[in-house]
């Protein structure tokens, strides 16, 4: 099975602008989850998303969106960029999200805003 | 308190040795937890996972479990130098955030393996 991918695998921004990442989920995987990681704050939650709905959301503030597809593919959209933004921005897939599943990591997009 | 807490290391040890990692959760109805390497520039990759008290071994990784004392270690036995990475502690937690979807990782622990 191919494992979790993103698109784009690196982007530059600058303040202001708006962004829009892709991941698409192992195969037969439902539950898609979304996190930041940075330096300063470690590994962060932003949502989970579970047959197109948006089941939990972590503490970011609300330029910070997302949505599933038909599919489970999700996007995530981030507004009005500030240079806090930069970050990896991880999704991790599950079959449905349950108690004992793994998380399976894509490898990322890396987003530089100036 | 933080949710999920790890020694932030550095850990060094030489080849051969056995590496200690330690993390700490704070609430007790948590439920599962993981181990996750990383290494640099790459994303976190599964170890391990564990649920019920007690030890689990897969290969020269051993994860252990203590519900009591709130408390989930990974032991690498005859360490490599390839193991050089951070190792992220993660737990889920159903009473927080309604869903079991959502992972709560510690900062990590970087540990690196000298030849």
């Known amino acids: 099975k191919a494992g979790v991918t993103q698109t784009p695998r690196y982007l530059i921004k600058t303040r202001g602008q708006q962004v829009t990442l892709s991941c698409s989920p192992i195969?037969?995987?439902?539950?898609v989850s979304w996190y930041q990681q940075t330096p300063g704050q470690g590994l962060q939650f932003l949502f989970e998303?579970?047959?197109?709905?948006?089941?939990n959301k972590g503490n970011f503030p609300g330029r910070f969106s997302g949505r599933q597809f038909s599919n489970s593919r999700s996007e995530m959209n981030v507004s009005t960029l500030e240079l806090g933004d930069s970050a990896l921005y991880l999704c991790?897939?599950?079959?449905?999200?349950?108690?004992?599943?793994?998380?399976?990591f894509g490898p990322g997009t890396r987003l530089l805003v100036l | 308190q933080k949710e999920v807490e790890q020694n932030s290391g550095p850990l060094s040890v030489p080849e051969g040795a056995i590496a200690s990692l330690n993390c700490t959760y704070s609430?007790?109805?948590?439920?599962?937890f993981f181990w996750y390497r990383q290494y640099s520039g790459k994303s976190p990759e599964l170890i391990m996972s564990?649920?019920?008290?007690g030890d689990k071994e897969d290969g020269r990784f051993t994860a252990q479990l203590n519900k009591a004392s709130q408390y989930v270690s990974l032991l690498i036995r005859d360490s490599q130098p390839s193991d050089s990475a951070t190792y992220l502690c993660?737990?889920?937690?159903?009473?927080?955030?309604?869903?079991?979807?959502?992972?709560?990782f510690g900062r990590g622990t970087q540990l690196t393996v000298w030849p």
């Open positions: 998303y579970f047959s197109e709905t948006q089941r």
């Open positions: 195969s037969g995987h439902r539950s």
């Open positions: 991790a897939s599950s079959l449905e999200g349950s108690s004992q599943e793994t998380q399976y």
């Open positions: 564990i649920y019920s008290n």
């Open positions: 609430d007790r109805v948590s439920q599962s």
């Open positions: 993660a737990v889920k937690n159903p009473r927080r955030g309604s869903t079991l979807g959502r992972l709560y």
